[in-house]
């Protein structure tokens, strides 16, 4: 089924909501020293799924996504500019599954539409519009 997405809840037979985006770093290994080498990061969104006027009460549903990366403190800038692009990498890989989600659960509702948000991310043909800036942790 061919499936349209849209900014509006205007005739849209399917609305999905993101209720909340966070971030969780976790330490996955220490060197020698007791210092952190490699960390996981943790990308968990929750949404919702319903029709517009039962958005409201829909159930919250969660995705996650992770990704593992090593950690040098002579190269801090790298790996910020690292840990930026797995970012970018997991809401791509969360939108992509959101979208398939949407499209199997909609095969008999062909309009959807993504409620507001304050900030939007581009996900190649698909946007992310989260209600909370990630929180790190």
Do not use: H, W
Not at 8 to 34: C, F, H, P, W, Y
Not at 43 to 51: D, F, G, K, P, R
Not at 88 to 104: K, N
Not at 108 to 127: D, I, N
Request: a negative charge.
């Amino acid at each position: 089924a061919e499936m349209t997405l849209t900014e509006s809840a205007d005739g849209a037979t399917m609305v999905i909501q993101l209720r909340n985006e966070q971030l969780k770093r976790r330490v996955q290994t220490v060197n020698t020293t007791g210092r952190a080498s490699d960390y996981e990061l943790i990308l968990t969104i929750e949404y919702a799924l319903a029709a517009p006027g039962q958005i409201a009460d829909a159930e919250t549903r969660t995705l996650d996504a992770r990704r593992e990366y090593n950690f040098d403190n002579a190269e801090l800038l790298g790996k910020a500019e690292e840990e930026a692009l797995l970012m970018q990498e997991m809401r791509r890989d969360i939108a992509a599954r959101l979208i398939r989600q949407v499209g199997y659960l909609a095969a008999q509702s062909p309009t959807v539409v993504a409620t507001p948000a304050p900030a939007t991310t581009r996900c190649g043909p698909c946007t992310v519009q989260p209600f909370d800036a990630p929180t790190q942790g």
